[in-house]
């Protein structure tokens, strides 16, 4: 199958663990049905993908799997132009007429919603949920997963199950994902404890317990003899993993009730095939009981309960401590228990959220100094919680006055996370107090700035709260400049931090935000900044003639403007009019004055032309200034990787880009290299083991341990550190050699 095959389809497509892979699967196939169109399935197998989706012929049919699903590599090649159906079901300028003629003209549609059901625009609602479960039946199965269907709607006849499940596994388990807050998927136990006690209340009521984690299964079996498991009700059904947990999805949504998380696809896609009642099960729960609940929870964190399974059960426990404690008004006993665990071993990167977030609620900003020192000291964490304790650490710096450390905060958050809100709402307050500037940070257009109420997000209270919060000279009351720092991350993708989405690329989300863009600045009219800006999108959304005039006319409005030219040159080098694209770059930096990311930039561009001489000046100097771009000083490093006589002075700028960028993967992966380069083995090793204890290696890591360590004839170093990860070291290996 090739992306040629795939045009004028149905996609499905969802990166993600068993509910949300149906769901998109049913919504892709109800529409491939209603409206005779082919249907395809991207079904991800590599990476970090969970084992039980791994293979999906522990499921369908392999013949099935063999006409209609492809992998990632296909995927990857077609995701971009993939047209959205998120974007399309809200835009009522869509109608039965222009889908038809999009699909005639080629254009695919991506099915990737995790849960609901997928309407669109002009279709009834109430009519698509009530068939979107007939869409399971053009499924084909696996002959066991088929013969377990059956057997399972046998069994269900006639009963009236209430089920609860129970969200754990990789929630807690997994190095990656147990360092995420999930308070949507995962739900303390205590919660269930209660909510089962009040239901055996009922002599006729039975109960069916699913979860992840066999444990919370067993612990529950032993309130009472009427609540089981999958197996006790089934028997030994020696199903593979994959198998095992789509059919415990299919026995969940044949039971009456279901209790759950309030935001699990699973429980979701259950409730969807079986039109049973789903409730969250906190919510379901009186006050009162909720109360109770979550006492007993705080007094088995305070005393170290044997109760919790790991850390990632912990930590997952301590964003329902925080809301319990502030509503009884004392917020200061979460603040010593999350802290006592943290001093004795939680390694949870999002505790320095929760510890950042209780010291704007807590009245105590300053503390937050205190959380950053805290994470500055451990050997590595995630992206996102460096960007966290830099961002709060920038507010409270702001307050104080102390523009110049608020400015290399914002520099190291906006590299960790350069697409995070709350990272945004900070540089917006920082631009209002005049702490950013286009000199000091990634050169931006202020006249693509707007005033705006509020600017941190408010769907979250203790996101909300940092609304409150306002520079040194400031009011919280006081409107605030607003910038779209994405258009920024547009700009620098060369020399800005790499945490990027995929969303980021899919030309029908990027066209809804060019649309929001000319709606929120339509006061600018037909001003330079809003041509340019446009043009930047136009170019991401690949409507090149569009970009390219739309940054002409910017230019030829205003001719001193760097970044205009900037824009042009970064079109112009994708047309291969490289002299032209050239000529604009170096317009640009001139304009600029001296500008590190213009320098960077023009770098790159100077090495791919041949341009040797003006590089190395530009590359001398950029290894020699002192400046905050982490970004920068990785590019630069590696700009000099490139003479043999420099791999000192490289190593010492990725030095010098950990001191803010501490334990990033891509910092730590860059210094073991050069570590090997200068026959340093055993100092990459340590690199390499930290990078790995911590989970934090990608393929892309392991292929390059093992192409360094098999060089030494040190083959056995490469499958040590290899098979202590997730990734499979034979695949490594052929992967290398392939």
């Known amino acids: 199958m090739t992306p040629a095959d795939l045009t004028g389809s149905i996609i499905s497509h969802r990166n993600d663990r068993m509910g949300g892979r149906i769901i998109a699967m049913l919504n892709a196939m109800r529409i491939a049905k209603d409206y005779d169109l082919p249907f395809y399935v991207g079904w991800t197998t590599g990476g970090r993908t969970s084992e039980e989706v791994r293979d999906p012929s522990m499921i369908f049919d392999k013949d099935w799997i063999a006409a209609h699903f492809f992998d990632s590599d296909i995927l990857g090649d077609i995701y971009r132009d993939l047209i959205d159906l998120s974007v399309l079901v809200s835009d009522d300028r869509w109608t039965p007429d222009r889908f038809r003629a999009a699909l005639a003209s080629g254009e695919s549609f991506l099915s990737g919603a ?6 669109l625009p002009w279709e009834d609602a109430a009519d698509v949920a009530a068939r979107l479960p007939d869409a399971l039946a053009h499924f084909r199965f696996s002959p066991p997963v088929q013969d377990m269907i059956t057997r399972i709607d046998n069994v269900f006849a006639g009963t009236k199950l209430t089920a609860y499940h129970i969200r754990r596994g990789d929630i807690i388990h997994d190095p990656i994902t147990s360092n995420k807050l999930w308070s949507n998927k995962y739900i303390p136990r205590e919660f269930y404890e209660q909510h089962l006690a009040l239901t055996l209340q009922d002599p006729d009521a039975r109960v069916l317990i699913f979860s992840d984690t066999p444990v919370e299964v067993e612990r529950l079996k032993m309130f009472d003899a009427r609540v089981q498991g999958f197996d006790d009700l089934l028997g030994d059904t020696d199903l593979t993993t994959g198998a095992r947990d789509f059919l415990e999805l299919f026995a969940m949504s044949r039971c009456k009730n279901i209790y759950g998380p309030p935001s699990s696809a699973f429980s979701q896609t259950a409730m969807t095939i079986g039109g049973c009642n789903l409730q969250a099960v906190e919510d379901s729960l009186h006050p009162v009981h909720r109360d109770a609940a979550m006492d007993r929870m705080t007094d088995r964190l305070e005393a170290r309960s044997d109760m919790f399974i790991n850390m990632g059960d912990v930590g997952q426990c301590l964003h329902f401590l925080i809301e319990h404690m502030k509503a009884k008004g004392n917020p200061d006993r ?10 004795n071993g939680l390694d949870k990167s999002f505790a320095y959220q929760l510890l950042c977030e209780l010291s704007v609620a807590t009245d105590d900003l300053p503390y937050c100094e205190g959380v950053r020192d805290l994470a500055y000291a451990r050997p590595v964490y995630v992206d996102d919680s460096m960007a966290v304790v830099n961002t709060y650490s920038a507010l409270h710096q702001m307050t104080e006055g102390h523009g110049e450390t608020a400015l290399q905060r914002l520099q190291t958050a906006f590299w960790f996370r350069p697409l995070d809100n709350v990272v945004h709402g900070a540089l917006n307050l920082a631009l209002t107090a005049g702490i950013v500037t ?5 050169p931006f257009d202020p006249d693509m700035t707007r005033q705006k109420g509020n600017v941190f997000p408010s769907g979250r209270k203790a996101l909300a709260e940092l609304n409150d ?6 009011s919280s009351e006081d409107r605030s400049d607003f910038h779209m720092w994405d258009i920024v991350v547009r700009d620098w993708r060369l020399s800005c931090g790499k945490k990027l989405n995929r969303a980021f690329t899919n030309k029908s989300k990027i066209t809804k935000q060019l649309e929001m863009i000319s709606r929120s600045y339509a006061k600018l009219g037909d001003s330079p900044a809003l041509l340019s800006a446009r043009g930047v999108l136009m170019f991401a959304a690949g409507d090149l003639d569009g970009a390219l005039t739309a940054q002409r006319a910017a230019i030829e409005a205003a001719p001193d403007v760097p970044l205009y030219r900037k824009r042009i040159s970064d079109i112009l080098f994708t047309q291969d009019s490289k002299k032209t694209a050239l000529f604009q770059l170096r317009k640009a930096s001139d304009l600029t004055g001296w500008h590190p990311c213009y320098q960077a930039e023009l770098a790159q561009r100077l090495w791919k032309l041949k341009e040797r001489d003006e590089y190395w000046q530009i590359v001398d100097k950029l290894a020699q200034t002192n400046h905050d771009f982490i970004e920068v000083q990785l590019m630069t490093s590696d700009m000099l990787r490139r003479d043999p006589d420099r791999l000192e002075d490289a190593l010492v700028l990725v030095d010098r880009a950990l001191v803010p960028g501490h334990g990033a993967h891509r910092l730590l992966a860059a210094r073991a290299k050069l570590l090997m380069m200068l026959e340093r083995v055993d100092a990459a090793q340590d690199v390499y083991e ?6 934090l290696g990608t393929e892309h890591t392991h292929m390059e341990i093992y192409r360094q360590f098999s060089a030494l004839g040190r083959e056995d170093i490469a499958k040590d550190l290899t098979d ?4 499979d070291f034979d695949m490594i290996k052929e992967m290398v050699n392939s």
């Open 724 to 727: 202590r990860s997730i990734y």
């Open 690 to 695: 930290t990078l790995v204890n911590c989970g």
């Open 469 to 474: 919060i306002a520079p040194q000279g400031h």
């Open 438 to 442: 286009p000199q000091n940070f990634y």
């Open 114 to 119: 995790a849960m609901g059901v997928t309407v």
């Open 334 to 343: 979460a603040k010593r228990i999350i802290r006592a665990y943290m001093e």
